[in-house]
């Protein structure tokens, strides 16, 4: 089960004796990020780790309180730390040896600590709600990165433990003592970012310079019937990217399904015009997405990839299916950060669209908690392509309250994305009106005082996290089918686009097609290929000015 880095910890120490005498315990580490906790009561310094390891990070602890990140200078019991390290390894410290666990305080959510002892002994004032919780770093438990709930606990590794209030954990037998609260650790949320990165409510290019997306939605890689853009039986794909570019848009989602990354994945048979299209001829699905993203390239377009679908048969509400597991999900994303590592219009990965019921946030269930699976395939990407920004979609259900697929997201003040490298989380949700939604009873839209009603349900939803500084939001969907003067779907989308602009937000319209081709959300060709809607254009063009 993956928590991740994100869960706060403050703790209070409060048993550090003069040691009575000394002994030596090793520690073994693996490859990558691991989570340790000093098994001696005087602590060691990371330096000690440098004497049978390779640190390349860390030592890391993380406050509740700052929701931050703090590389640190010496390594204390009873806490937390990540640590990254090059090889398998181990390093040996020495010092008065833990044998018992004294008081040590937790607050409310989750806390990074160490212990001693059987699990069923822990007794205190808590009320755990889930942990401890040991990562498997190696995979020797079956799944290397996942966590997995710990019987007992070792004082040389850090667990997580979630409490629901502030309380004092202890293992029972060990003395009751006086608590003395010390202050807690400010840490900062991860190392610095490289390449494209956020500031607040704002992208920034690799220079430090703003840059608004102007986005718009071209499918086809994500459906099983094509396997490579939509269109391309009708135009060639450069001529698209020339009328996108000249349009105003300055960057294309890209939605895709995991079978484009088979071996030998074709587009489907007679689906590309070769005449139109000629170096298409023979390709693969994933040959063809290179084009794609050259051609881009020459005309100043970025490149979103959106991770779509797991197959191409249909959209899935997890980020895993019975035929695309998570770690599959996880590996083609790094394959993908590999591969385009070195195309600096590919700027940002969505890593799965439309999460929806069951999917939760941040509830700590590792089947369906999306946040936690965020957090560990952006660590994982980061790790290949340091340069990317990773996008994260909401969920339809918080606090029992339904919305949009993918368009919730309402817990990012007390449970935001937290990765390794700071400043790369852009939140996207999707949002659509009447011709999607299709229920006369929905609040939004029956309710007496529409439109008007609009802005504080999108405040409530998603754009407080812009409105308050807190992290970049691009509007990955939205998009309009009926567009009569005095309907409904037509009033929300013209309501939609004046948020947009009023609020400076990132967008992405879905979808540069026919309305045939997506009918419930409509497209922006009026034809086939060849006209685009112009009353569709009109109001965009509020936006894409």
Known sequence: MKLRFIFAITLALLFLATPVFAESVTIYLGPGWNIISSPVLEGFSPSEINKGCVLKSGPWSWSLISGEYNKEKYIVPYQGYWVFIKDNCGFSVTGTKITVMPEV?????????????????????????????????????????????????????????????????RTAGAPEQPTQPTTPVTVPAGSEPTGWHTS?????????????????????FEEGSALVLQGVWAAGITEQLDK??????NSIRIPYTNDILKSGQKPTVGYVDTNKNPPLKDWTSLQALDYVIDEAAKRNLYIILDR????????????????????????????????????????????????????????????????????KAGNKILEANPNILIVVEGVQKENNEWY??????????????????????????HDYGPGVVKNDND?????????????DYWDSKWGYISKENIAPVWIGEFGVNNTIDGTKEWIWFNTLVNYIDTNNLNFAYWCWSPDRMSPDS??????????????????LKQILD
């Open 522 to 539: 409509g497209g922006l060709y009026a034809d086939e290929w060849v006209n685009l809607n112009q009353k569709k254009l009109n109001v």
């Open 244 to 249: 996108i570019k000249s349009t105003g848009f």
């Open 443 to 455: 609040v939004m839209f029956a309710a007496s005082n529409y439109p008007n009603n609009l802005p």
């Open 105 to 169: 305080r937790l607050y409310k959510g989750w806390n990074l600590v160490s212990g001693i002892g059987a699990v069923t002994e822990i007794t205190g004032t808590c009320q755990i709600t889930s942990g401890p919780w040991w990562y498997d770093n190696t995979g020797a438990m079956g799944c290397k990165g996942c966590y997995y709930k710990a019987t007992g606990m070792d004082p040389s590794v850090g667990y997580w433990i979630r409490v629901s209030e502030d309380c004092i954990l």
């Open 200 to 220: 607040g409510n704002k992208i920034l290019d690799p220079n430090g310079n703003e840059v608004k997306l102007k986005s718009i939605n071209w499918q086809g």
């Open 308 to 375: 779509h679908r797991p197959t191409g048969g249909s959209q899935s509400a997890l980020w895993y299916t019975d035929h695309v597991s998570e770690q599959k999900w996880i590996d083609d994303w790094v394959t993908l950060a590999n591969r385009y590592k070195d195309k600096t219009n590919v700027i940002a990965f969505d890593l799965h669209n439309e999460p929806h019921d069951p999917a939760t946030w941040g509830d700590g269930n590792p089947a369906t908690d999306w946040k936690m699976a965020a957090e």
């Open 404 to 429: 949009r697929w993918g368009g919730s997201l309402m817990q990012i003040r007390e449970k935001p994305i937290t990765l390794n490298v700071k400043n790369k989380v852009v939140y996207s949700p």
